[in-house]
């Protein structure tokens, strides 16, 4: 998913918004109106949708319109041998991920511009639908991926505390930062950690 970064009006004091049935918190900034990252899924339909932004108590203070247009994700085929095409996951892998993705923290650590984890290529963009041996996997690419030698060190995309460090049977090793408020990056199929969770970093610093 994509995440938009939204900013109400600054005549409208807003603690929250609403799109597509999906509501975000909206934080305080030192530069200026309150912020909040609204994610729009690559698979969200094209068209015309409505942005609400709400009071603490989730009453509607102020809408405007939102167009949603059609990127045009390319489709992507990935050859995969049947060892790597039979792995399973573990028991609770998915849930980990996914509660990891979902952390909201208060405090702001990032900043732009972000750096890239690695300095490698880019082989596989967001958005593209991914075939496996040419059969339809029935989703979308969620991340980004680079190319890089076995050994290269990975590196923080911005400042944050790592929440999450595991080994995992379908993600490899991987890594799971909170940069604040909503905005979380996953590092996935790593060989090795640099790090323990609950320590802070930096944008740049290694993390495996």
Same mark, same amino acid.
Request: aromatic content about 6%; proline content about 9%; hydrophobic content about 40%.
């Given at each position: 998913?994509?995440?938009?970064?939204?900013?109400?009006?600054?005549?409208?004091?807003?603690?929250?918004?609403?799109?597509?049935?999906?509501?975000?918190?909206?934080?305080?900034?030192?530069?200026?109106?309150?912020?909040? *990252?609204? %994610?729009? +899924?690559?698979? #969200? =339909?094209?068209? /015309?949708?409505?942005? $609400?932004?709400?009071?603490?108590?989730?009453?509607?203070?102020?809408?405007?319109?939102?167009?949603?247009?059609?990127?045009?994700?390319?489709?992507?085929?990935?050859?995969?041998?049947?060892?790597?095409?039979? *792995?399973? %996951?573990? +028991?609770?892998? #998915? =849930?980990?991920? /996914?509660?990891?993705? $979902?952390?909201?923290?208060?405090?702001?650590?990032?900043?732009?511009?972000?750096?890239?984890?690695?300095?490698?290529?880019?082989?596989?963009?967001?958005?593209?639908?991914?075939?496996?041996?040419?059969?339809?996997?029935?989703?979308?690419?969620?991340?980004?991926?680079?190319?890089?030698?076995?050994?290269?060190?990975?590196?923080?995309?911005?400042?944050?505390?790592?929440?999450?460090?595991?080994?995992?049977?379908?993600?490899?090793?991987?890594?799971?930062?909170?940069?604040?408020?909503?905005?979380?990056?996953?590092?996935?199929?790593?060989?090795?950690?640099?790090?323990?969770?609950?320590?802070?970093?930096?944008?740049?610093?290694?993390?495996?």
């Amino acid at each position: 998913r994509a995440e938009w970064a939204l900013r109400p009006p600054r005549s409208i004091r807003a603690a929250g918004a609403r799109m597509n049935g999906r509501t975000i918190r909206l934080f305080p900034q030192s530069d200026g109106p309150r912020l909040g *990252l609204m %994610p729009v +899924p690559a698979l #969200a =339909k094209p068209g /015309a949708y409505t942005l $609400e932004f709400l009071d603490p108590a989730g009453a509607v203070l102020h809408s405007a319109p939102v167009t949603v247009r059609d990127a045009r994700f390319p489709s992507q085929n990935i050859t995969v041998s049947k060892a790597v095409s039979e *792995l399973k %996951p573990l +028991p609770d892998e #998915a =849930k980990t991920v /996914a509660a990891v993705r $979902e952390t909201v923290s208060d405090l702001r650590f990032w900043t732009e511009p972000f750096a890239l984890p690695v300095p490698g290529c880019m082989t596989s963009p967001f958005g593209v639908r991914r075939l496996y041996n040419g059969k339809p996997g029935g989703n979308y690419h969620g991340g980004i991926d680079q190319r890089s030698p076995a050994g290269r060190p990975i590196r923080a995309t911005a400042d944050g505390t790592v929440k999450l460090i595991r080994m995992f049977n379908l993600h490899g090793g991987t890594v799971g930062i909170d940069h604040g408020q909503g905005l979380v990056s996953l590092y996935l199929h790593m060989s090795k950690f640099a790090l323990q969770e609950g320590v802070s970093v930096k944008k740049g610093d290694v993390i495996g």
